[in-house]
């Protein structure tokens, strides 16, 4: 059974740091992209970040050079270091892989 499971979001100031991860069971970790959306209050779901099979990553327009995603395969683990955080952050963070979502984690920020 495949499972994704986030952890790692919280309240913070803007211009601190969290790291989100994202725990993967059920399949073949290191063979599949991962990838991380969000999604704010009355908004829709957007593409945040992705790592792909080969570990190369990507990313919105909107975080490019404030976070980095990251793989352990030997803990079946991508995270999501988030710095320089802004108010507009503020969403539900939530992985994906294949058509598997997990049940996503909060990131608050105050201005």
């Known amino acids: 059974q495949v499972q994704l499971v986030e952890s790692g979001g919280g309240l913070l100031q803007a211009g601190g740091s969290l790291r989100l991860s994202c725990a993967a069971s059920?399949?073949?970790?290191?063979?599949?992209?991962i990838h991380w959306y969000r999604q704010a209050p009355g908004k829709e779901n957007k593409w945040v970040a992705t790592?792909?099979?080969?570990?190369?990553?990507y990313y919105a327009d909107s975080v490019k050079g404030r976070f980095t995603i990251s793989r352990d395969a030997a803990k079946n683990t991508v995270f999501l270091q988030m710095n320089s955080l802004k108010p507009e952050d503020t969403a539900v963070y939530s992985c994906?892989?294949?058509?598997?979502w997990g049940q996503g984690t909060q990131v608050t920020v105050s201005s």
């Open positions: 994906k892989a294949r058509n598997y």
């Open positions: 059920g399949f073949t970790f290191s063979n599949y992209a």
């Open positions: 790592i792909s099979s080969d570990d190369s990553p």
